[in-house]
Nanobody
Framework: QVQLVESGGGLVQAGGSLRLSCAAS????????MSWFRQAPGKDRDFVVG????????LYADFAKGRFTISRDNAKNTLYLQMNSLKPEDTAIYYC???????????????WGQGTQVTVSS
């Protein structure tokens, strides 16, 4: 088991930036691939970006390419998502997830955090 807690969400105007964090429990964090997903009201929980356990492989959803950057610090058991040039359509609850391989579908995740709200105003 791995416990995940997201933080860093908030209200920002279009074009602004936010940096999200996901704190993980235990020494097993480095064994997991990690992903960020997001879910807006009435919509599916969609893949944003994922990173392999070592950080050597990164996969981005099309909407995230060029704007979002994922990183991890295994020594601190922490995952990050830097979001720049935010758009109103980025408004959603953002979740981090742990998996054996990078999860691009929500059913592939082993564990989820509770999420952090990101709201982008126009």
């Amino acid at each position: 088991q791995v416990q995940l807690v997201e933080s860093g969400g908030g209200l920002v105007q279009a074009g602004g930036s936010l940096r999200l964090s996901c704190a993980a429990s235990g020494r097993t964090f480095s064994m997991y691939a990690m992903s960020w997903f997001r879910q807006a009201p009435g919509k599916d929980r969609d893949f944003v970006v994922g990173i392999s356990s070592s950080g050597g492989t990164i996969l981005y959803a099309d909407f995230a390419k060029g704007r979002f950057t994922i990183s991890r610090d295994n020594a601190k058991n922490t995952l990050y998502l830097q979001m720049n040039s935010l758009k109103p359509e980025d408004t959603a609850i953002y979740y981090c997830a742990a998996s054996e391989r990078i999860a691009t579908m929500q059913g592939s995740a082993r564990s989820w955090g509770q999420g952090t709200q990101v709201t982008v105003s126009s």
